[in-house]
C-alpha cells in the first residue's frame, strides 16, 4: 500500500494562496492521486485528481512532479469556507484494497 | 438526486449486540466501500464491493461482515459488537472506472456509532 505523508495543519489568511503537500515515496505505476475535502460531521467531498504533471479545475490546481513521490494541492484564494480537513489519497478505485488515506492536513482560514 | 445515503445517522449499542448499517446510491455506480473513521484518524477501508454479489476485505475487516445483493445497496453488519468499534462509519461508491483512468468515491455523510 503507498503510505502517503502530509502535514498535520496549516494556518492562513483569506485571499491567500495555500499549498498542501503530500508525500507518497512507494506510489505504483497505475496509482492516481486523489485529493478530498472534508467539514466536520460530513462525508469527504471530492476536489481533484490527477496522475502526473498539473491538472486544473474551478477550485484547485494539482501539481505532480516527474517522479510523483509527493504532490501539491493548491488552493487560491482561499475563505473561511476553506477551512476543513484536506485528505490526500493515492491508489486505484479499481483495486479497492489499495485506497489509503493519509493523515489529513487541517487548515484554519482565518480573516 | 441523494447521492449516497447511509442509514441510520447514528446509533448507540451496549456490547454484544448486533445491527446493520443501509447504505444506498442511486448513480448505478458499481463500486461500494465502508471506511471506518477514529478521533482524529483518516478513513480506513473495512469491506468494499466491485459489483452486485461481489465483496472482498479491506484494511480493518474483522468484526465486520457486508452484504451486496442489490448493486444499489450494501450493508455492514456488526454480529458482536465492541466497544472498539465505537466510530464514524462511512459509506462510498463510485462508477467502474475506464481502463488507464480512474473515478473519485462519492461518500454519504456518515453514521456515529457508539458501543457502550
Known amino acids: 500500500l503507498a503510505k502517503t505523508t502530509q502535514p498535520i495543519s496549516m494556518d492562513s489568511y483569506e485571499g491567500q494562496e495555500v499549498n498542501i503537500t503530500c508525500s507518497h515515496n512507494?506510489?505504483?505505476?497505475?496509482?492516481?492521486i486523489t485529493w478530498y475535502q472534508q467539514f466536520p460531521s460530513q462525508g469527504p467531498r471530492f476536489i481533484i485528481q490527477?496522475?502526473?504533471t498539473k491538472v486544473t479545475n474551478e477550485v484547485a490546481s494539482l501539481f505532480i512532479p516527474a517522479d510523483r513521490k509527493s504532490s501539491t494541492l493548491s488552493l487560491p484564494r482561499v475563505s473561511l469556507s476553506d477551512t476543513a480537513v484536506y485528505y490526500c489519497?493515492?491508489?486505484?478505485?479499481?483495486?479497492?484494497?489499495?485506497?489509503?488515506f493519509g493523515t489529513g492536513t487541517q487548515l484554519k482560514v482565518e480573516l | 438526486n441523494a447521492g449516497v445515503t447511509q442509514t441510520p445517522k447514528f446509533r448507540v449499542l451496549k456490547t454484544g449486540q448486533s445491527m446493520t448499517l443501509l447504505c444506498a446510491q442511486d448513480?448505478?455506480?458499481?463500486?461500494m466501500y465502508w471506511y471506518r473513521q477514529d478521533p482524529g484518524m483518516g478513513l480506513r477501508l473495512i469491506h468494499y464491493?466491485?459489483?452486485?454479489?461481489?465483496?472482498a476485505k479491506g484494511e480493518v475487516p474483522d468484526g465486520y461482515n457486508v452484504s451486496r445483493l442489490k448493486k444499489q445497496n450494501f450493508l455492514l453488519g456488526l454480529e458482536s459488537a465492541a466497544p472498539s468499534q465505537t466510530s464514524v462509519y462511512f459509506c462510498?461508491?463510485?462508477?467502474?472506472?475506464?481502463?488507464?483512468?480512474?473515478?473519485?468515491?462519492?461518500f454519504g455523510d456518515g453514521t456515529r456509532l457508539s458501543i457502550l
Open positions: 462510498a461508491s463510485s462508477p467502474r472506472p475506464p481502463t488507464g483512468s480512474d473515478q473519485p468515491q462519492h
Open positions: 512507494n506510489i505504483a505505476t497505475n496509482d492516481y
Open positions: 490527477g496522475y502526473k
Open positions: 489519497l493515492v491508489g486505484t478505485t479499481g483495486g479497492g484494497n489499495k485506497l489509503t
Open positions: 448513480m448505478n455506480h458499481e463500486y
Open positions: 464491493s466491485v459489483g452486485e454479489g461481489t465483496t
